[in-house]
């Protein structure tokens, strides 16, 4: 591997770690805002839907899953395979 192509793939496993954390952060927020202002959520989505109170938490919490694997699917893996093709080209390199 080059020290171009290696240059490439670092600035790429950085970019995805900050978007992992980033995702993650997010995550965390999302989920206390709802620990915390579940009523008012409740209320102020229930009287714009016309949803009762648990189906609001229900689509809530189905939300953060779904957001949860995207975010680890579409940060997640690219850094952890970015980061063992740097690991195996380093030892790769050392024989």
Same mark, same amino acid.
């Given at each position: 591997?080059?020290?171009?192509?290696?240059?490439?793939?670092?600035?790429?496993?950085?970019?995805?770690?900050?978007?992992?954390?980033?995702?993650?952060?997010?995550?965390?927020?999302?989920?206390?805002?709802?620990?915390?202002?579940?009523?008012?959520?409740?209320?102020?989505?229930?009287?714009? $839907? !016309?949803? #009762?109170?648990?189906? @609001?938490?229900?689509?809530?919490?189905?939300?953060?899953? =779904?957001? %949860?694997?995207?975010?680890?699917?579409? $940060? !997640?893996? #690219?850094?952890?395979? @970015?980061?063992?093709?740097?690991?195996?080209?380093?030892? =790769?390199? %050392?024989?």
């Amino acid at each position: 591997m080059t020290e171009d192509m290696r240059s490439v793939l670092e600035t790429l496993f950085k970019l995805f770690l900050y978007a992992l954390y980033m995702g993650i952060a997010i995550l965390f927020l999302w989920l206390v805002v709802i620990l915390l202002g579940g009523e008012a959520i409740r209320k102020f989505h229930g009287s714009m $839907f !016309g949803l #009762p109170p648990h189906e @609001i938490m229900y689509i809530n919490y189905m939300l953060l899953g =779904a957001t %949860k694997v995207a975010v680890l699917l579409l $940060f !997640g893996c #690219p850094c952890l395979a @970015i980061k063992i093709v740097l690991r195996q080209n380093k030892t =790769a390199s %050392k024989n």
